[in-house]
């Protein structure tokens, strides 16, 4: 198990400007590539003291409505830096309504979340912090519990200027942290660099599948092994909306919030995915890609957490993805492979060496509240 010691979380770097972020998001078609250094963005350089402030805040569930749900809190370390059932863990009271995803590598990415509503790890943060079934948090509140700790003024005060912590500048910490969680030293990288002892046999056969016969390359391809582009692949619907009425509130709460027409509201049992964005028909039950990296550790898989382990995933493929209420949408590209058992588990030996050993770090230290200064009295 690899541990990030403070000096391996330090990012250096100059600027690799929109350019990278755009050769990382319209991913090298059909062909896969070995993953570099992450963009750092221009208003938000990376520094010592910021990704350490970031750790903590990643771990403070005190930026979040009731101070009891972290960033960390559906993005455990233990559990692929994501959360291991199929639907995330929600604001108390609620549950949420998608499988949360790992934040390992996400500072490549482009589009973030599974419909590709953010564009930047500055902006996912408080979109996660203040949504209404995850964080629940209010900027002000949020805001003032900061400025009642000390160490977090200080710390604010010398990264920032500023007197007191300002929330958005919360936000480009944590975001500088995530950005130091990478995982780019792995059985296929190596293999991609040119060392061909990296991948076993097996693997060889499962590379040359992916690249071929299975035809995964065609999505799963560039650094992160996605396209980052929308596709419904035939997933089924959640099965905690069958007979969980948490679940089912909180999946008519978001059709509600996200503004769909009455008819949906009334009769839609499945994710519209990407129509909450664009509002087409054409799009309802289209995710974005997933990237493959660190898979081996983030089960389970797809939107709403259908599958538990990569065979099943791979299964699902061979079969020629499955039916779900949006299935005029489904993608042509998914079609019944014809893959034997042994291709099966050759494939699935392929899609492992995706991830190298796990990361890992110790949880901080979080900071305590104390008394503001009695700035009357000065």
């Known amino acids: 198990m690899k541990t990030l010691t403070?000096?391996?979380?330090?990012?250096a770097g100059a600027f690799l400007?929109?350019?990278h972020i755009a050769s990382v998001a319209t991913a090298a078609e059909n062909k896969l590539l070995p993953l570099g250094d992450p963009p750092i963005p221009a208003d938000n350089p990376q520094s010592e003291a910021k990704i350490?402030?970031?750790k903590k805040l990643f771990f403070d569930p005190r930026l979040g409505g009731d101070a009891s749900t972290a960033c960390s809190t559906c993005h455990e370390p233990d559990q692929g830096w994501g959360f291991s059932d199929a639907l995330s863990r929600g604001y108390p009271g609620t549950v949420h309504w998608r499988n949360s995803q790992t934040v390992i590598n996400s500072a490549y990415l482009g589009k973030l979340f599974w419909a590709g509503s953010k564009g930047s790890l500055e902006s996912q943060a408080p979109s996660a912090a203040k949504g209404a079934v995850a964080g629940n948090g209010e900027n002000d509140v949020m805001e003032t519990r900061l400025a009642f700790i000390p160490e977090y003024r200080e710390a604010f005060n010398k990264i920032f200027g500023t007197e007191w912590p300002l929330i958005g500048d919360a936000w480009k910490a944590i975001a500088s942290f995530e950005r130091t969680l990478i995982h780019n030293d792995t059985p296929v990288d190596r293999y991609l660099k040119g060392d061909k002892s990296a991948l076993n046999k097996e693997q060889v056969r499962g590379m040359k599948l992916f690249n071929g016969k299975a035809n995964c390359v065609t999505c799963h391809s560039g650094e992160l092994a996605t396209d980052q582009r929308?596709?419904?692949?035939?997933v089924p619907p959640a099965e905690r909306w069958e007979d969980d009425g948490?679940?089912?509130i909180t999946f008519r709460y978001e059709l509600y919030a996200k503004g769909v027409t009455q008819d949906m509201y009334r009769h839609t049992k499945d994710d519209p995915g990407l129509y909450f964005r664009t509002k087409q028909t054409s799009d309802k039950g289209k995710f974005r890609t997933a990237p493959l990296r660190y898979t081996k550790y983030t089960a389970?898989?797809?939107?709403?957490?259908?599958?538990?382990d990569l065979r099943e995933v791979v299964e699902f493929y061979n079969?020629?993805?499955g039916e779900n209420e949006f299935a005029k949408n489904k993608s042509d590209l998914i079609k019944p492979l014809g893959l034997s058992e042994e291709e099966i588990d050759d494939l699935v030996a392929f899609l492992e060496g995706f991830s190298g050993e796990e990361l890992q770090i110790e949880a901080p230290t979080l900071p305590a509240y104390a008394p503001l200064p009695d700035v009357a009295a000065q």
């Open 230 to 234: 929308f596709y419904n692949l035939g």
């Open 319 to 321: 079969e020629g993805g």
């Open 6 to 11: 403070k000096t391996s979380l330090f990012v």
């Open 52 to 54: 350490e402030l970031g």
């Open 300 to 308: 389970p898989y797809m939107h709403n957490g259908a599958f538990w």
């Open 17 to 19: 400007g929109f350019a």
């Open 246 to 248: 948490l679940a089912q």
